[in-house]
T-cell receptor, first 114, second 111 residues
Framework: IAGITQAPTSQILAAGRRMTLRCTQD?????MYWYRQDLGLGLRLIHY???????GKGEVPDGYSVSRANTDDFPLTLASAVPSQTSVYFC?????????????FGSGTRLTVV | GESVGLHLPTLSVQEGDNSIINCAYS??????FIWYKQESGKGPQFIID?????DKRQGQRVTVLLNKTVKHLSLQIAATQPGDSAVYFC??????????FGTGTRLTVIP
């Protein structure tokens, strides 16, 4: 089934540790995104990539980094996790940066930083 | 920044009734709007979209209405079913290459 795969589905992480959330899509979409979802705050954009080899900062990029070495993969790295990064993280993709047909979302990664 | 909000954070309806979920947006330059459904423990799922050159668009049991004059968007679900229970988000595109999301409305269908 075409779509987005995120891993892990959940993780408990000690503060100060490094963590990479994985995201892979098989739809050959050009644009990919990372959002965090927090109760009462909705979905907030962390980083995005309009095409392989390019990335950009979203609304809440601090403490996170991304890379886009190829079309399919868009990993999100927390260099040194802090409790405020406890959240549900969603990866999404769209066929073009213009978002002419909406996003396809993954199932999310629930991250708890303790 | 953008502001996409919802009039009601929760909505309860009887099974079989119609549901209306509302959304206000603040950027008059927004030209594309989407409704998403999110079930517990899952990612948001695309329901229906509408472009700013339209006032209404219909899908299967769902209709989206766009009122650009008052910057208001609504999602109507006909004959609401228990499987419709979820959080519903509206999202807008306003020139930037990404979407801005509202905080969501939780719809609960009472059997």
């Amino acid at each position: 089934i075409a779509g987005i795969t995120q891993a892990p589905t959940s993780q408990i992480l000690a503060a100060g540790r490094r963590m990479t959330l994985r995201c892979t899509q098989d739809m050959r979409h050009n644009a990919m995104y990372w959002y965090r979802q927090d109760l009462g705050l909705g979905l907030r954009l962390i980083h995005y990539s309009n095409t392989a080899g390019t990335t950009g900062k979203g609304e809440v990029p601090d403490g996170y980094s991304v890379s886009r070495a190829n079309t399919d993969d868009f990993p999100l790295t927390l260099a040194s996790a802090v409790p405020s990064q406890t959240s549900v993280y969603f990866c999404a993709s769209s066929d073009s940066p213009a978002v002419s047909n909406g996003y396809t979302f993954g199932s999310g990664t629930r991250l708890t930083v303790v | 920044g953008e502001s996409v909000g919802l009039h009601l954070p929760t909505l309860s309806v009887q099974e079989g009734d119609n549901s209306i979920i509302n959304c206000a947006y603040s950027n008059s330059a927004s030209d594309y709007f989407i409704w998403y459904k999110q079930e517990s423990g899952k990612g948001p799922q695309f329901i229906i979209d509408i472009r700013s050159n339209m006032d209404k668009r219909q899908g299967q049991r769902v209709t989206v209405l766009l009122n650009k004059t008052v910057k208001h968007l609504s999602l109507q679900i006909a004959a609401t079913q228990p499987g419709d229970s979820a959080v519903y988000f509206c999202a807008e595109r306003a020139g930037a290459n990404n979407l801005f999301f509202g905080t969501g409305t939780r719809l609960t269908v009472i059997p």
